[in-house]
């Protein structure tokens, strides 16, 4: 069963700061995994998604994550924090070799970030 | 592209009555969909996953007769929550899978619905 697991469920930083988002996962074969962002009473929007092609995976709004194998790690980061950034974030993964799961999502806990001006 | 259009953003409705929820792919054909379920400042909880033209695929826990998914057409998802209570009040969220294999994942803007 593959599992996420998102350190610390809410980031404060300031605007211009770094934002750094954790993200761990557990899988039994290599995953797909994916960040998204939610903003209150919206669905979700994809910031990226990492598919086995190259590691450091570039999304949208100057969002990047790595993927680490070594560390089974996934972790979300934007160098320069905005105002509009604030929001929910969550990390997911979804198994490669799904057989009859239809390739489900698994979600993490998510991570509200705040940006401070 | 890739859009699924969730309708309606928010419903009121009175406890014991039904309402259902509509899930449209714009501009693919989405063979398999998922429903939902967030709680206030926490993750989505999946309830089903659907197939077009098949009976949907429930988790542990979530009662099939309460939750009616219908996934009658491959632009169309539908649940219906019958005999609502308060404790059914949440957020809903429908996603599709598109682009073939692991293309990815769009998601409906949710819906809110309140019980009273």
């Known amino acids: 069963a593959q599992s996420v697991t998102q350190l610390g469920s809410h980031v404060s930083v300031s605007e211009g700061a770094l934002v750094l988002l954790r993200c761990n996962y557990s899988?039994?074969?290599?995953?797909?995994l994916f960040w998204y962002v939610q903003y209150p009473n919206q669905g979700l929007q994809l910031l990226l998604k990492?598919?086995?092609?190259?590691?450091l995976v570039k999304g949208i709004n100057g969002f990047e994550a790595e993927f680490k194998k070594s560390e089974t790690s996934f972790h979300l980061t934007k160098p320069s924090a905005h105002m509009s950034d604030a929001a929910e974030y969550f990390c997911?993964?979804?198994?490669?070799?799904?057989?009859?799961?239809?390739?489900?999502?698994?979600f993490g806990k998510g991570t509200l970030l705040t940006v401070n001006p | 592209g890739a859009v699924v259009s969730q309708h309606p953003s928010r419903v009121i409705c009175k406890s014991g009555t039904s309402v259902k929820i509509e899930c449209r792919s714009l501009?693919?054909?989405?063979?398999?969909m998922f429903w939902y379920r967030q709680f206030p400042k926490q993750s989505l909880m999946l309830m089903a996953t659907s197939n077009e033209g098949s009976k949907a695929t429930y988790e542990q826990g979530v009662e099939k007769d309460k939750f009616l998914i219908n996934h009658a057409s491959l632009t169309l998802s539908t649940l219906t929550v019958t005999s609502a209570h308060p404790e059914d009040s949440s957020f809903y969220i429908c996603s599709a899978r598109y682009g073939g294999g692991y293309g990815g994942y769009t998601f409906g803007s949710g819906t809110r619905l309140t019980v009273v």
């Open positions: 501009d693919f054909q989405a063979t398999t």
């Open positions: 990492y598919t086995s092609a190259a590691t």
């Open positions: 899988s039994s074969v290599p995953p797909y």
């Open positions: 997911a993964v979804s198994d490669r070799n799904s057989g009859g799961s239809n390739y489900k999502l698994t």
